[in-house]
């Protein structure tokens, strides 16, 4: 079994930052791909960013590209989010999850992930 426990959310103007924290724990925490998805108010969720489990693969949503940077520390088991020019419609819950394959590769759809967290909330004002 595998546990996310997200930090970082909060309230943030428009053009500010954020760095989302995703500890993992679970003897296989450090194997496995993680990604974050968000749920905006009323809307489905959505992916953002994912990393393969060494950290040298990583997929972002185009709304992320340029933007948000995801990046992991295999020795502390946890995968951080950095949102940079932050916008109110980045205004969302914001989920880790980890993948069900041991060393396998990012992913950008929901199906391939098998352990999410609670989430954390992101609010950037206008």
């Known amino acids: 079994q595998v546990q996310l426990v997200e930090s970082g959310g909060g309230l943030v103007q428009a053009g500010g930052s954020l760095r989302l924290s995703c500890a993992a724990s679970g003897r296989t925490a450090s194997s496995l ?3 974050w998805f968000r749920q905006p108010p009323g809307k489905e969720r959505e992916f953002v960013a994912a990393i ?3 950290g040298d693969s990583t997929d ?3 709304s992320a590209k340029a933007r ?3 990046s992991r520390d295999n020795a502390k088991n946890t995968v951080y ?6 916008k109110p419609e980045d205004t969302a819950v914001y989920y880790c999850a ?20 609670q ?3 992101v609010t950037v004002s206008s």
């Open 33 to 35: 791909p993680i990604g």
């Open 52 to 54: 393969s489990w060494s």
């Open 60 to 62: 972002y949503a185009d």
């Open 68 to 70: 948000f940077t995801i």
């Open 81 to 86: 989010l950095q949102m940079n020019s932050l």
């Open 98 to 117: 980890a993948g069900r394959r041991l060393w396998g590769a990012s992913s950008t759809t929901e199906t391939a992930y098998a352990y999410w967290g």
């Open 119 to 121: 989430g954390t909330q």
